[in-house]
């Protein structure tokens, strides 16, 4: 684990820890101290800890004008013991929401398991982000989703179809987010 490193090809753009409005300004990595551990696997120095022990993240992109942000997740999700929504949703997404993201993006390639408990918290994101808001969901596992859909929290969530094979690497930040909101207006319309 600890050779996958978050996604650096935007960082031209965007750079959480340089964004005044961004949870993590300020934060300063390295590149060859690796302090952070998944289940005793260390993990690239490079993620960033929003203080759970299994899910770590990775702000790639924010666009305040357009109002979304594109987060990178590796590790486990678990709701039943670290409660890994109530950590994501009070400590990074109310920050960014609070700013007025209501799109989120969330790349799930390296999620590994999940973990249920309520949906209280999923619940609250979603009327949290409005009519106009949504959180989609990019190359999450089969059996992540399989998981979401009998905790019953997929309906908080856009995934499936060409979202679940998106080659998101080749695109820049916002050639992402305007096919995502394409195959979303689809859906919907």
Not at 104 to 116: A, D, P, Q
């Given at each position: 684990m600890h050779s996958i490193e978050p996604f650096y090809n935007w960082q031209h753009l965007y750079v959480a820890a340089e964004d005044v409005d961004s949870p993590f300004f300020g934060r300063e990595y390295s590149e060859f101290e690796y302090s952070n551990t998944i289940y005793n696997y260390y993990i690239h120095p490079q993620w960033d800890d929003m203080g759970s022990e299994t899910l770590y993240i990775k702000i790639l992109f924010v666009d305040y004008d357009e109002k979304y942000a594109i987060i990178e997740l590796i590790g486990e999700w678990n709701d039943a013991i670290n409660n890994d929504i109530m950590t994501l949703k009070r400590d990074i997404v109310e920050d960014l929401s609070y700013r007025g993201i209501n799109k989120?993006?969330?790349?799930?390639?390296?999620?590994?398991?999940?973990?249920?408990s309520d949906d209280s918290y999923y619940?609250?994101?979603?009327?949290?982000?409005?009519?106009?808001?949504?959180?989609?969901?990019?190359?999450?596992?089969?059996?992540?989703?399989?998981?979401?859909?009998?905790?019953?929290?997929?309906?908080?969530?856009?995934?499936?179809?060409?979202?679940?094979?998106?080659?998101?690497?080749?695109?820049?930040?916002?050639?992402?987010?305007?096919?995502?909101?394409?195959?979303?207006?689809?859906?919907?319309s």
């Open positions: 989120f993006i969330l790349i799930g390639e390296n999620v590994l398991n999940f973990h249920e619940e609250e994101w979603f009327e949290d982000n409005g009519d106009e808001g949504w959180i989609a969901l990019l190359n999450f596992r089969e059996h992540v989703l399989k998981e979401f859909k009998k905790a019953r929290i997929d309906y908080y969530f856009i995934y499936g179809g060409e979202l679940d094979d998106f080659d998101w690497r080749k695109f820049s930040p916002g050639q992402v987010f305007g096919n995502v909101s394409k195959i979303i207006n689809k859906r919907l």
